[in-house]
T-cell receptor, first 110, second 116 residues
Framework: GDQVEQSPSALSLHEGTGSALRCNFTTTMRAVQWFQQNSRGSLINLFYLASGTKENGRLKSTFNSKESYSTLHIRDAQLEDSGTYFCAADRVGDNSKLIWGLGTSLVVNP | DAGVTQTPRHEVAEKGQTIILKCEPVSGHNDLFWYRQTKIQGLELLSYFRSKSLMEDGGAFKDRFKAEMLNSSFSTLKIQPTEPKDSAVYLC??????????????FGPGTRLTVL
C-alpha cells in the first residue's frame, strides 16, 4: 500500500505569499529528502533531514519520525519556485531505498 | 566538484532496439541508483549498487533491463529490447554511504527516452 502520502497534489500561489506541503508516512521512516523538479526535469536537493527542522532562505522543513510526517514551508513565493516538489523517505530496514511521494505541482503567479 | 552526469540527455529508439544509458556518479560516492520516472507511476527504482555490488535489481524490471557497474565511477543501464512503454525519463543518483543508516542522494539531469 501507499507509504508516502503527499499533499496537496497541486497548488497555486501568488508571488509573495506562502504555503505548506505535507507528507504523511504509513510506516516508520528514518530520514526524508525534499526535492524541487524544475521545468528542465532536474531534481534539485532542497533538504535532507533525519529529525527536527532545517531552514534555507525562504524554505523550511520539518521531519517528525514519531508522528510520521514531514512538512515543507515556502514563504514569500517567487516565480522561480514553480515546479514539482517531491518528498522521499528512507524506510527503516530498507537498505537506503527511497520511498517517493507523488509530488506537488506548484505554480507561482505574478 | 562535478555532480552526477548522464548521457545522452535524449534518446529516440525504434521498438526492439537495444539502448544503453550511461551515468557517472559524484566522485567518491559508493551508492548508485537507477530510477525511472513517468507521469503515471512516478519514480520507480530500477537498480541499486553499493561499492559496485548489485544490491537490488528492481524485481519487475529484471526482464529487459540490466544495470552494470564495472568500476566505481561509471554505470550503464541497458534496455533490450525496447518497447514503447519504456518511454520515460531515466534518472541516476548517487550517495556517499559511510556506514550510517542513510545518506543523501544526488541526482543527475536524466535521460529522456522515447520509443517509437
Amino acid at each position: 500500500g501507499d507509504q508516502v502520502e503527499q499533499s496537496p497534489s497541486a497548488l497555486s500561489l501568488h508571488e509573495g505569499t506562502g504555503s505548506a506541503l505535507r507528507c504523511n508516512f504509513t510506516t516508520t521512516m528514518r530520514a526524508v529528502q525534499w526535492f524541487q523538479q524544475n521545468s528542465r526535469g532536474s531534481l534539485i536537493n532542497l533538504f535532507y533531514l533525519a529529525s527536527g527542522t532545517k531552514e534555507n532562505g525562504r524554505l523550511k522543513s520539518t521531519f517528525n519520525s514519531k508522528e510520521s510526517y514531514s512538512t515543507l514551508h515556502i514563504r514569500d513565493a517567487q516565480l522561480e519556485d514553480s515546479g514539482t516538489y517531491f518528498c522521499a523517505a528512507d524506510r527503516v530496514g530498507d537498505n537506503s531505498k527511497l520511498i517517493w511521494g507523488l509530488g506537488t505541482s506548484l505554480v507561482v503567479n505574478p | 566538484d562535478a555532480g552526477v552526469t548522464q548521457t545522452p540527455r535524449h534518446e529516440v529508439a525504434e521498438k526492439g532496439q537495444t539502448i544503453i544509458l550511461k551515468c557517472e556518479p559524484v566522485s567518491g560516492h559508493n551508492d548508485l541508483f537507477w530510477y525511472r520516472q513517468t507521469k503515471i507511476q512516478g519514480l520507480e527504482l530500477l537498480s541499486y549498487f553499493r561499492s559496485k555490488s548489485l544490491m537490488e535489481d528492481g524485481g519487475a524490471f529484471k526482464d529487459r533491463f540490466k544495470a552494470e557497474m564495472l568500476n566505481s565511477s561509471f554505470s550503464t543501464l541497458k534496455i533490450q529490447p525496447t518497447e514503447p512503454k519504456d518511454s520515460a525519463v531515466y534518472l541516476c543518483a548517487s550517495s556517499d554511504w559511510g556506514g550510517y543508516n542513510y545518506a543523501e542522494q544526488f541526482f543527475g539531469p536524466g535521460t529522456r527516452l522515447t520509443v517509437l
